[in-house]
């Protein structure tokens, strides 16, 4: 038990430079909200839901982190600051990392029936400050959700997802076999669309436009004479 502690404390720190000793890590919000989480899913899993959702609303309490009993989370599951709620059908794979004010929300099905309505996050997945994933989708195995993207389709493995609605964009290989990247973007990277291809495509087409008025002008320089000779003719 205590070896466990202290090897999600360490996983903790590797990815979290700030606290000085393992015992800061231990004041951590994140930390409390998945011991609390561990006690009310064992709870909810022996169908003891008023105690379990008892646990919780402590633990929300206390935390500002929402996790409801029904989400599996796996091993060294870190949420660093806070202010995250976690729905019941989440699943959480393992060393996953998620950042303050995310949701991983779920969707209201018509049925009224509940089913999976939450997002499953594949091992080592990062999500962003202020990420919203929505719905019974899955975030594949090292895939990474930008700050403020709002996912609501599967994201392929490895892949990192951006803006509002998120979409995909290719970081270098170097980047991609990283271990850890804080915030789920690459800093060292754009994270944006290629705006440079953008530009180029636009001088491309005011060359293009410039060619062509150029073409015209020429033409109507060869028209022009052909008339005059044509009305010499006519007199």
């Given at each position: 038990m205590l070896e466990r502690l202290i090897?999600?404390?360490?996983?903790?720190?590797?990815?979290?430079?700030?606290?000085?000793s393992r015992w800061e890590i231990l004041l951590y919000p994140g930390v409390w909200a998945l011991g609390f989480h561990r006690v009310a899913h064992w709870l909810f899993e022996t169908e003891l839901y008023f105690l379990a959702r008892f646990v919780n609303h402590l633990s929300r309490w206390l935390t500002a982190i929402d996790i409801?009993?029904?989400?599996?989370?796996?091993?060294n599951f870190f949420i660093d600051h806070g202010f995250t709620v976690i729905g019941e059908t989440a699943e959480i794979g393992d060393n996953v990392t998620i950042y303050q004010c995310v949701t991983l929300g779920g969707t209201n099905p018509t049925s009224g029936v509940g089913g999976k309505r939450h997002p499953t996050l594949c091992d080592n997945v990062i999500i962003g400050s202020g990420a919203q994933v929505i719905g019974p989708i899955t975030v594949g195995e090292r895939a990474r959700v930008g700050a403020n993207a709002v996912?609501?389709?599967?994201?392929p493995e490895g892949a990192t997802m951006v803006g509002l609605k998120a979409r995909s964009t290719l970081v270098p290989a170097?980047?991609?076999l990283r271990e850890f990247i804080p915030y789920g973007t690459p800093c060292d990277e754009p994270c944006e669309p290629d705006y440079s291809r953008v530009e180029a495509l636009e001088r491309e087409l005011a060359a293009l436009r410039a060619e062509l008025q150029s073409l015209r002008q020429h033409q109507l320089g060869q028209e022009a004479p052909v008339t005059k000779r044509k009305s010499g003719t006519d007199s």
């Open positions: 090897s999600y404390l360490d996983s903790v720190h590797a990815r979290d430079p700030a606290p000085r409801h009993p029904g989400a599996k989370i796996g091993k996912v609501t389709d599967d994201v170097e980047t991609w």
